[in-house]
Nanobody, 116 residues
């Protein structure tokens, strides 16, 4: 029923910027806390950022704090991740989902590759 579609990832040089978009459909959206996650090759999926239902409170992993900004548009069921000053260690498949379990089945994700 519910589907998650991530987009916006591509190959970018170190120091560059990207804006990822998450579209959620098939379920209620505005009252949920949402998050971005990422998974690098050979590593477990990890937390990147979260945003509460009003958009007033956000949290970030230490590795991205000060460089990434999460935001949301409840009217259109979209969550965004603005990524600045990208580094090679940011290379991963990026996913969106509910901030807490139980979660929606994971989408395909969007590949972000940062070249040095």
């Amino acid at each position: 029923q519910a589907q998650l579609i991530e987009s916006g990832g591509r190959l970018v040089q170190a120091g560059g910027s990207l804006r990822l978009t998450c579209v959620a459909s098939g379920r209620a959206f505005s009252s949920d806390d949402w998050g971005w996650f990422r998974q690098a090759p050979g590593k477990e999926r990890e937390f990147v950022a979260t945003i509460n239902w009003t958009g007033q409170r956000t949290t970030y992993a230490d590795s991205v704090k000060g460089r990434f900004t999460i935001s949301r548009d409840n009217t259109s069921n979209r969550v965004y991740l603005q990524m600045n000053d990208l580094q090679p260690e940011d290379t991963a498949v990026y996913y969106c989902n509910l901030a807490a379990k139980p979660r929606i089945p994971w989408g395909r994700g969007t590949q972000v590759t940062v070249a040095s």
